[in-house]
């Protein structure tokens, strides 16, 4: 069993950066392929960035890319999203979600995800 707990969401204006990480309770989370998704309101739950168990490969949503970064700290069980240049775009519950499944962008081959961090920007 894998418990998720997402943390650092807040609210903030366009142009701002926020650092969100995902810990883990889990014995062996080295071996999790890990990724971030988000869901604004009226929306569908979208992929966000992806990293894989090794940490040697990662994968970004065209609309992120060059502007969040996704890491993890297999020592603190730890999974971290850095964002800069936010915009109002990027307003949504952000999640994050683990697999021993291949590390895909799709939502559906993720067993295991936390309750989310609300991101607020303002314009």
């Known amino acids: 069993q894998v418990q998720l707990v997402e943390s650092g969401g807040g609210m903030l204006q366009a142009g701002g950066s926020l650092s969100l990480s995902c810990a883990a309770s889990v014995r062996s989370f080295s071996i999790y392929n890990m990724a971030w998704f988000r869901q604004a309101p009226g929306k569908d739950r979208e992929f966000v960035a992806l990293i894989n168990w090794l940490a040697t490969v990662t994968e970004y949503a065209d609309s992120v890319k060059g502007r969040f970064t996704v890491s993890r700290n297999d020592a603190k069980n730890t999974l971290y999203l850095q964002m800069s240049d936010l915009r109002p775009e990027d307003t949504a519950l952000y999640y994050c979600?683990?697999?021993?499944?291949?590390?895909?962008?799709?939502?559906?081959?993720?067993?295991?995800w936390g309750p989310g961090t609300q991101v607020t920007v303002s314009s």
């Open positions: 979600a683990a697999t021993t499944g291949p590390a895909t962008t799709n939502s559906r081959n993720y067993y295991y």
